[in-house]
């Protein structure tokens, strides 16, 4: 079992940068791909990038040039450099995280993105 637990998150201007963090625990070396996804009230939740353990990474169109994802493989801890943040991303952000293999999804519990105009 995994547990992934998100932080970084806040309330920043327009224009600004965040970084959000998610750090696993648990059997954290049955980590395949992780991801982040974000969800707006009354929206279904969105993809927003993953990486592979070797490093592909892809991205949403929304955030392609913004954002950068990353992880440590060390910890298998997952990151989320955000740049040239507008309102349009304020949500909730969750980190996702798939076991070697398939078959299991894990999801955080994710963390509050606000900008402000």
């Known amino acids: 079992q995994v547990q992934l637990v998100e932080s970084g998150g806040g309330l920043v201007q327009a224009g600004g940068s965040l970084r959000l963090s998610c750090a696993p625990s648990g059997n954290i070396f049955s980590i395949g791909v992780m991801a982040w996804y974000r969800q707006a009230p009354g929206k279904q939740r969105e993809f927003v990038a993953y990486?592979?353990?070797?490093?592909?990474?892809a991205y949403a169109d929304s955030v392609k040039g913004r954002f950068t994802i990353s992880r440590d493989n060390a910890k298998n801890t997952l990151y989320l450099q955000m740049n040239s943040l507008t309102p349009e991303d304020s949500t909730v952000y969750y980190c996702?995280?798939?076991?070697?293999?398939?078959?299991?999804?894990?999801w955080g519990q994710g963390t509050q993105v606000t900008v402000s105009s």
């Open positions: 990486i592979t353990i070797g490093g592909r990474t």
């Open positions: 996702n995280a798939d076991s070697l293999g398939g078959g299991t999804v894990y």
